[in-house]
T-cell receptor, first 114, second 115 residues
Framework: ETGVTQTPRHLVMGMTNKKSLKCEQH?????MYWYKQSAKKPLELMFV???????ENNSVPSRFSPECPNSSHLFLHLHTLQPEDSALYLC?????????????FGPGTRLTVL | DQQVKQNSPSLSVQEGRISILNCDYT??????FLWYKKYPAEGPTFLIS?????DKNEDGRFTVFLNKSAKHLSLHIVPSQPGDSAVYFC??????????????FGTGTLLAVQP
């Protein structure tokens, strides 16, 4: 596997379910990100992990719970979601320091909450 | 309030011609700018970036121009090819402190290159 991978690619869940999104980066980066993309809106940054520590939480509701067990893996645990949480969830990684700020994205998980 | 704006939701160009995608920003603390391309059902792919110490950066068919006084950047694609048809996102970074490489994205412009 190369780059950033995400599983599952598609997920349909009810409002009472609990599910998890998984992201893995194979680029040796030291920062990972969760974004939400809703229709006709800019990508919204949800969480940032730097060296496995959460350094940013952009006022995301507690029904979204991130976890970063190591620098290569990032999870987003979902519980009691609302239909308005239906969106494309994107994971990204980058290498902090070195002057470049590019983030590299996975293919995303298309989430539908019924 | 959106700090990065792409005011054209769509653009149609003939194959072989130049595509010009525009982006405006409001935060004068931004010091690094990026363009991403996104195909349906895929994540955004990094295209090209520019630091605020430059006013132009070129990579093959793609050139980004930065006008700091106008808080405006543009992406030029020459010549345009049908495979360039995608949504293009402008993003900006800087001024937030810390070392998180935080990016602020625009809403995107859908480019359609007609054969």
């Amino acid at each position: 596997e190369t780059g950033v991978t995400q599983t599952p690619r598609h997920l349909v869940m009810g409002m009472t379910n609990k599910k998890s999104l998984k992201c893995e980066q194979h680029l040796g980066h030291n920062a990972m990100y969760w974004y939400k993309q809703s229709a006709k809106k800019p990508l919204e940054l949800m969480f940032v992990y730097s060296l496995e520590e959460r350094v940013e939480n952009n006022s995301v509701p507690s029904r979204f719970s991130p976890e970063c067990p190591n620098s290569s893996h990032l999870f987003l645990h979902l519980h009691t979601l609302q239909p308005e949480d239906s969106a494309l969830y994107l994971c990204a990684s980058s290498q902090l320091a070195g002057g470049r700020r590019e983030q590299f994205f996975g293919p995303g998980t298309r989430l539908t909450v019924l | 309030d959106q700090q990065v704006k792409q005011n054209s939701p769509s653009l149609s160009v003939q194959e072989g011609r130049i595509s010009i995608l525009n982006c405006d920003y409001t935060n004068s603390m931004f010091d690094y700018f990026l363009w991403y391309k996104k195909y349906p059902a895929e994540g955004p792919t990094f295209l090209i970036s520019i630091s605020s110490i430059k006013d132009k950066n070129e990579d093959g068919r793609f050139t980004v121009f930065l006008n700091k006084s106008a808080k405006h950047l543009s992406l030029h694609i020459v010549p345009s090819q049908p495979g360039d048809s995608a949504v293009y996102f402008c993003a900006a970074s800087g001024g937030y402190g810390g070392a998180t490489n935080k990016l602020i994205f625009g809403t995107g412009t859908l480019l359609a290159v007609q054969p």
